[in-house]
């Protein structure tokens, strides 16, 4: 079974009172509260924004719409599995077009990873795969009314 990863992230602001003799008893008060610190944090917070944040990826499965950081190229076309490659190609089909594009330069269709963060554009964000560079902006557009 694979693994995935979430991040829970919340934008509020919240205010403590702490009684004590002085700023450095009232911040070891504060880090010892706690959980009891948590549930009047929650009884007092504004959420303003609350998002389940998952794993990035780098692309999105022509085939399946999956997110994918290794899979099959294919002029600007994605497959994350052979599976989906299949659907397209049949394993002759494909190895007839790799064979082509090695011999011009390996450019037209091939296997690839992407590891480095800066090529992931996609992120799995409250149950939907959305492009990252985009979310600010949306954000911003949402907020001011424009969809």
Sequence with gaps: MAVFNFELTRTYSTSFE???KNQKMAFKKFQSLGDE?????MQQCNVIEESVKGDKYARICTCCGDGMNE???????YYCSEKCLHTEYTAEE???RYEESEELGGDMCYYTTW??????EYQ????ELKEIENLFLNKVNENLGFR
């Design 18 to 20: 702490i009684e004590a």
């Design 37 to 41: 610190m948590y549930s009047e944090e």
């Design 71 to 77: 899979g099959y190229f294919d002029d600007y076309d």
């Design 94 to 96: 494909w190895t007839k």
């Design 115 to 120: 590891e480095d963060e800066e090529e992931y």
């Design 124 to 127: 799995f964000i409250d149950g």
